[in-house]
């Protein structure tokens, strides 16, 4: 006999997808351009920081070990808002209250959604959009409302349209909109100075919190311009992601910069869903943040941009040249599309690019499964719209030699498929 809570789960499990990423990092090949996984990190310090917590548990052993704040530890929380004061710009205007600390940023991404969200309330951004954000909009009851973006990322005057016809349409102002400014997940685009200006002055003038996703800030290889948090002097207006997984190491730990109105549900949320992040974590990374990070990134960093150099080297040399790439001065990704809009991706991984050992991530996975998108043909409503012709491949994991291998393959068997 089945019990009847098997055939009566939330309803939401019958429509979210298993993550693309999650089924796919499951799939082992020699050629693995798939998750955005770090592949060089400070792991030298990491053991230096480890001894010294090791000390530290001589003298205060049942307080590293034991349940936190839920908001995060004071010197942690101290740690960071000199750092994104002094590096980003930042505005705090409570100092360290202005921080949250999330188990990993995806938490807050949630969290964010969760404070935010009455049903049917619109979340706008760009289409593709990091998924880990994209699919929790619909599992929450919101409405993804996608505008074009390019090889610079989110189009602003397509955000403003969006805006216009979601007042007018819609008959709601759209709740948030969702930008990663800083070479974007999936595309690796980092959004021009004046897009960045744009986006905010949107925000201000429509009251609209601006979610600025800022997960690759210091994987940089060239000065970018401002984080759009450093325009929101008084704190209102953006929510200011950032984690140190790609920075640091994965201890699953995020910090945000939230403005007040946000932070004392986001919070009461936090205390729901976790309690508290994981102090030992939060204590390697207190030391990592206050003492190691500007002396050992560099180095990370010197891998990652010798792959990403090796990556766009083999897409020009290898890939088919009616296709366009993006351009990355940092993160973890290139994007590649195909200009034929009926190339399918995702039916090329399984049939082709998988069974030659060769992973990565199609287009698709980076589209909402339900919701409205703008046009940039006719500037209007539609439904959700979801192109088939990109893939995200990440450098971020493999050696030079290996991306160099496995990516003349793939052009070689993409060069076929034209
Ligand atoms: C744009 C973006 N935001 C957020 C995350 C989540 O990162 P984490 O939960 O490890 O902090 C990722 C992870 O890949 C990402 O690419």
């Avoid at 480890?50 to 530890?73: F, H, R």
């Avoid at 309690?275 to 003492?291: G, P």
């Avoid at 590649?336 to 698709?364: R, T």
């Amino acid at each position: 006999m089945t019990p009847p809570y098997y055939s009566n789960l939330a309803e939401w499990t019958e429509f979210v997808p298993e993550s693309e990423i999650r089924r796919l990092l499951l799939t082992r090949t020699k050629y693995y351009f798939g998750g955005g996984k770090p592949g060089s990190l400070p792991i030298d310090t990491f053991k230096r920081i480890l001894y010294q917590i090791a000390d530290e548990l001589e003298t205060d052993g049942i307080d590293v070990l034991n349940y936190g704040p839920t908001s995060g530890i004071p010197s942690l929380k101290k740690t960071l808002a000199q750092r994104v004061k002094e590096k980003d710009g930042v505005t705090l205007p409570k100092g360290a209250d202005d921080i949250l600390i999330s188990t990993g940023s995806q938490q807050m991404l949630y969290g964010l959604l969760d404070v935010l969200l009455r049903p049917k309330d619109v979340i706008i951004m760009a289409r593709p959009s990091y998924l880990g954000f994209v699919v929790p909009v619909t599992k929450l009851g919101g409405d993804v409302l996608t505008c074009p973006s390019d090889m610079d990322g989110l189009i602003p005057e397509y955000v403003e349209r969006a805006i216009e016809i979601s007042q007018k349409e819609l008959n709601r102002t759209p709740k948030a909109i969702y930008v990663v400014s800083d070479s974007d997940n999936p595309k690796g685009t980092t959004l021009p100075e004046k897009r960045r200006k744009k986006l905010f002055e949107l925000a201000t003038q429509h009251e609209i919190l601006l979610i600025e996703d800022s997960a690759y800030r210091e994987i940089q290889f060239t000065t970018i311009p401002p984080a759009i948090k450093s325009y929101d002097k008084e704190n209102e207006w953006v929510a200011y992601l950032r984690t140190s997984s790609k920075e640091a190491a994965v201890l699953r730990l995020g910090y945000s910069v939230l403005p007040e109105k946000i932070m004392v549900p986001m919070i009461k949320d936090k205390g729901y869903l976790d309690l508290c992040t994981s102090t030992l974590n939060q204590k390697i990374l207190d030391i990592y943040y206050s003492k190691y990070i500007d002396q050992v990134l560099g180095d990370n960093l010197i891998v990652y941009k010798e792959r990403r150099d090796m990556m766009q080297k083999t897409i020009d040399d290898f890939f088919p040249s009616e296709g366009l790439r993006t351009n990355p001065t940092g993160g973890f990704f290139f994007w590649y599309q195909l200009e034929n809009g009926n190339f399918d991706s995702s039916k090329f991984l399984q049939d082709v690019a998988i069974p030659n050992d060769v992973l990565y991530v199609p287009g698709q996975a980076f589209y909402p499964i339900k919701g409205y998108s703008i046009s940039s043909k006719d500037l209007k409503l539609h439904g959700n719209r979801i192109k088939t012709n990109g893939m995200r491949l990440s450098f971020s994991f493999t050696t030079p030699q290996e991306i160099a291998e496995g990516m003349e393959k793939l052009g070689k068997l993409l060069q076929k498929e034209v």
